[in-house]
């Protein structure tokens, strides 16, 4: 419970402390964006936070170039979404939500996008009405009229990431090169980022990317703390780890198994469970397709892979209905564990004035690392 206190206190502080940043430097922004050259702008990552980036400044450069290690990805649709889950994106085969307010502004970005999430799939599910919660000892409530407000859409990540990507593959003057960024193009005389390195996807030849202006969106292990390193510019950097480890598998119900359950949402977060016993969320997402995740806390509370040995760890609130559920539904994808959640905090806000080069923004994880059972990283992207 400690971790998890410290965990949200940064998530909070993070935000409080990135919204007075960007609110402190949108006037200059607005005094320099004229001196900028509009020709270029290189976007390195293509996970949700590089893809809305291209999106943004495809607006406002003649060319907007995405490299992506995995390339430009597949955007056909398909009845096994998992899948398509990306090799960076460790994470991809797990539960994934984006919050109302994360999807009200992909939906701007790209009109329509939430409707299109849900005629091709997506579950539309109240967290209200359709959820059934234990929270720390408490079964909470399921009242029979609920605002549209609290309507969440729940999909796989891979779901999601083909829809935003086709959006952004549409854009006449945006393009995804297949390759692995390296570091930044710096020029120390007068502190400025001018492009980045990259290596193919041969993995053999070192290529010069040329841009007016470069945003890092390489997630986790970013070119940053390579580059910034090489340069005398390191930040500091805050580190929370709750030694959490997560284990996640898919099934699929028959319609008398889905009738019986009653809900499109279950999750169990019991406090202080006994030793070994985990926190878990069961929930629908595309294509009639339910994921269920364990989460444990500290090293001897990892949640295990083994079909035995996760029945006889589950305990608390809904453990009979459960059980049903890992017995008698079709799995449909193997146990996959997770483990290396720790919480990040690059704090390019503390950097000195003049330190942080020009023409060089980061986002998403390359900032901020969250720990995802919370739901909050995409949004925060």
């Known amino acids: 419970m400690e971790a998890t206190m410290i965990t949200l206190f940064v998530i909070i502080f993070a935000a409080i402390v990135t919204w007075r940043t960007l609110r402190q430097s949108s006037n200059q922004c607005r005094h320099e ?9 290189v976007v390195v990552g293509a996970g949700f936070a590089g893809l809305l980036a291209a999106r943004v400044l495809s607006d406002h450069f003649k060319k907007v170039t995405i490299i992506e290690r995995d390339g430009a ?22 539960p994934h939500l984006i919050i109302a307010r994360g999807l009200a502004i992909i939906d701007d970005l790209f009109p329509g996008v939430r409707q299109e999430l849900i005629d091709n799939g997506a579950a539309v599910t109240n967290f209200l009405r359709d959820n059934r919660a234990s929270m720390f000892g408490f079964k909470i409530p399921r009242p029979t009229s609920t605002p549209d407000t609290m309507n969440y859409v729940f999909a796989t990540r891979p779901f999601f990431e083909r829809h935003v990507l086709a959006r952004v593959l549409n854009i006449p003057n945006v393009t995804i090169v297949q390759g692995t960024a390296s570091e930044l193009l710096y020029r120390p005389e007068d502190n400025c980022v001018y492009g980045v390195t990259y290596r193919n996807k041969s993995g053999v030849d070192d290529q010069q990317l040329l841009a007016d202006f470069v945003v890092d969106c390489s997630g986790r292990k970013s070119i940053l703390d390579k580059s910034l390193k090489v340069i005398g510019k390191e930040p500091e950097v805050y580190r929370v780890d709750p030694c959490a480890g997560y284990t996640s598998a898919g099934f699929r119900p028959t319609a008398e198994q889905l009738r019986d359950i009653d809900c499109k949402c279950m999750v169990n977060m019991d406090d202080n469970p006994p030793p070994g016993q985990p926190h878990w969320s069961f929930f629908e997402v595309d294509g009639g397709l339910w994921l269920l995740s364990l989460a444990g806390y500290g ?16 305990g608390g609130s809904f453990t009979d209905e459960l059980k049903t559920v890992i017995t008698t539904w079709k799995q449909e994808t193997p146990w996959i564990p997770y483990h290396g959640n720790q919480t990040v905090w690059r704090r390019f806000d503390l ?7 020009e023409n060089l923004v980061a986002l998403g994880d390359a900032v901020c690392v969250f720990n995802p059972f919370y739901g909050q990283g995409i949004t925060c992207k």
Do not use: E, Y
């Open 33 to 41: 964006s004229a001196k900028l050259p509009r020709s270029h702008a």
């Open 73 to 94: 990805g597949d955007t056909a649709a398909t009845a096994d979404s998992l899948s398509q889950a990306r090799r960076g994106v460790p994470q991809g085969k797990f």
């Open 299 to 314: 090293p001897n509370n990892q949640p295990p892979s083994d079909v035995n040995k996760i029945l006889a760890c589950l």
């Open 351 to 357: 950097m000195k004035p003049g330190q942080w080069p």
